[in-house]
């Protein structure tokens, strides 16, 4: 198969997930609260394991050695919380992996 | 209820995903030269950032079909991958469902990591639904801009770009800067580590599937963890 069919089907499946609950559009108005609950935790859980794959494990989930990498992670992490601000955290994050890693 | 016009709204958007946006080029240019690596088509490694929008994915496809994977593994992975944002869509449903009918199928497509989450965060305090709309039209659209000059530009350098430039860096800081501010409570906090540990615990399984079953690992400790009725609940 074609590249670009392997990319318009990748499209249409990502798609497809985009849009799953959206499509049910109104009966999201009024849930239990409980629902209401796990709700919230999804940016939480969603996010850190996204963040702490990309930074312990490898491509293709093999674990990944130590280096600048957890330092960065580590200042950024702390940067993000005590300063809230989004740009600092990026900012030292990266300057921290291009002063030790160089 | 005084309403906020549409421009001031689309431009909050605007305003709190730029941060993101000064990742988002570096990002894309990454998966430019991966993909020019992969030996595409130009046409088809550009084509896949509007259509896909979404870059672990995308990296992952590319380096597959490099590899000359079949096309069933390669296009699977990459769906996997991206089975997270049915975790924001459910996330947004909720606020969605008071925008026009038609405008949610095309707004769906922008519903990247980014622009769901700094949305989320902003409609904590937001409720008016137009205001909520024109943000996220400010912050889905503007967002991608600079995903797709960066992956032009990566396609077009192809191999120039040395590791020493430590792009790949950007992708946890991405999701350190967008995770920090959205644990509020302890219930959160722990959804976040048992979210991070099962996702990496679980490694041996395919690249995305860890990371969504983790994720849900992460969801049912944090609800498991908050007490009801949920303390939020007092008017």
């Known amino acids: ?102 | 209820m005084p309403t906020v016009s549409r421009r001031t709204a689309a431009f909050a958007g605007v305003r709190k995903i730029s941060p993101f946006m000064v990742i988002a080029g570096p990002f894309g240019l990454i998966y430019g030269v991966t993909a020019t690596e992969a030996g595409v088509s130009n046409f088809t490694a550009i084509a896949a950032s509007f259509l896909i929008m979404g870059g672990a994915a995308q990296i992952a496809l590319m380096e597959l079909i490099g590899d000359g994977s079949s096309w069933a593994v390669a296009v699977a992975t990459a769906i996997v991958i991206n089975l997270r944002f049915m975790l924001y869509s459910a996330s947004v449903a909720a606020a969605f469902a008071d925008f026009p009918a038609l405008l949610r199928y095309p707004l769906a497509h922008g519903l990247t990591d980014q622009a769901s989450i700094v949305s989320l965060q902003e409609w904590q305090t937001q409720k008016d639904p137009r205001y909520r709309l024109w943000f996220f039209i400010g912050a889905s659209i503007v967002f991608a801009t600079p995903w797709w000059i960066g992956t032009i530009i990566g396609v077009l350098l192809g191999g120039e770009i040395g590791p020493s430039w430590q792009l790949p860096f950007a992708v946890p800081t991405t999701f350190i800067a967008l995770l920090v501010p959205s644990i509020r409570n302890r219930p959160m906090l722990i959804a976040a580590i048992i979210g991070a540990g099962a996702a990496v615990g679980l490694a041996f399984l395919p690249s995305g599937l860890n990371i969504i079953i983790g994720a849900l690992a992460g969801i049912t400790a944090g609800t498991i963890a908050t007490p009801l009725p949920a303390a939020e609940a007092a008017p």
């Open chain 1, 1 to 102: 198969m074609s590249p670009f069919l392997q990319v318009v089907l990748a499209a249409i499946g990502t798609y497809l997930a985009r849009i799953s609950f959206i499509a049910f559009g109104d009966r999201f108005r009024n849930i239990p609260p409980r629902a209401e609950v796990a709700l919230s935790m999804i940016p939480p859980a969603a996010l850190s394991a996204i963040a702490a794959t990309s930074l312990l494990l490898t491509n293709d989930n093999s674990l990944r050695g130590l280096d600048e990498w957890h330092v960065a992670a580590v200042v950024a992490g702390v940067v993000a919380w005590k300063t809230k601000s989004v740009t600092y955290c990026i900012l030292s994050g990266m300057a921290i992996v291009w002063a030790v890693g160089v």
